[in-house]
């Protein structure tokens, strides 16, 4: 029971472009979500995140958009940068607790020159 | 400061041996976190520890897992009589406090059972 789902298990975008990373889910109780970026061999890093009440955050190259009545979030970056190469993890949590993340499949984005 | 440290980093091991990983949370974290991630899954929360509070142990698979957080620092995630399903990623986490929604990770210890 995939409860936030990463359709898409990777993503080509050239240097410069906008990289759009699609997150879907499935448990309305989620009020919180968060992106991490993983390299290889190294732990996820937390990057953004959104509360419920919003339906946009950005910081810098990175904004985040959240539909409720779709239940669909997305990370786009702009503009993308080969170092963005990594594996990107949408997750959540419900109402009133940010312990217990549940957390996609990942999509690996690969930044090309 | 230091992240999150695990160790060890890579552990085989064969089929019904008990195994234990230990996770160095960030000093003051209060929030401590285990997570697997098996092969094509997303992360899975196990359990997690907050303070002094009992643990959240909901996460965990069966009754092999066990955690225990010493000192409300140092943790170690042991699992007994591994079987080949326990292969996986194990990532520990940590955060100030529970209440914190980023939480931070380690570099995890990849888990073999052969």
């Known amino acids: 029971d995939q409860q936030v789902k990463q359709n898409s298990p990777s993503l080509s975008v050239q240097e410069g472009r906008i990289s759009i990373l699609n997150c879907d889910y499935t448990?309305?109780?989620?009020?919180?979500f968060l992106w991490y970026k993983k390299y290889p061999a190294e732990g996820p890093t937390f990057l953004i995140s959104?509360?419920?009440?919003?339906d946009k955050n950005e910081d810098g190259r990175f904004t985040v958009f959240l539909n409720k009545s779709a239940k669909h979030l997305s990370l786009h970056i702009v503009p993308s940068q080969p170092g963005d190469s990594a594996v990107y993890f949408c997750?959540?949590?419900?109402?009133?607790?940010?312990?217990?993340?549940?957390f996609g499949t990942g999509t690996r984005l690969q930044v090309t020159l | 400061g230091a992240g999150v440290s695990q160790s060890p980093s890579n552990k085989v091991t064969e089929k019904g041996k008990d195994v234990e990983l230990r996770c160095d949370p960030i000093?003051?974290?209060?929030?401590l976190y285990w997570y697997r991630q098996s092969l094509g899954q997303g992360l899975e929360f196990l359990i997690y520890?907050?303070?002094?509070?009992?643990?959240?142990k909901s996460g965990l698979p069966s009754d092999r897992f066990s955690a225990e957080r010493t000192g409300g620092s140092v943790s170690t995630l042991t699992i007994q009589r591994t079987q080949q399903e326990d292969s996986a990623v194990y990532l520990c986490?940590?955060?100030?406090?529970?209440?914190?929604?980023?939480?931070?990770f380690g570099p995890g210890t990849r888990l073999t059972v052969l």
């Open positions: 000093s003051g974290h209060t929030a």
């Open positions: 448990n309305s109780m989620f009020d919180y």
């Open positions: 520890f907050q303070g002094n509070s009992a643990p959240d």
């Open positions: 986490a940590s955060s100030l406090r529970v209440e914190d929604w980023a939480q931070y």
């Open positions: 959104i509360s419920s009440i919003k």
């Open positions: 997750a959540a949590t419900p109402t009133g607790t940010a312990s217990k993340l549940t």
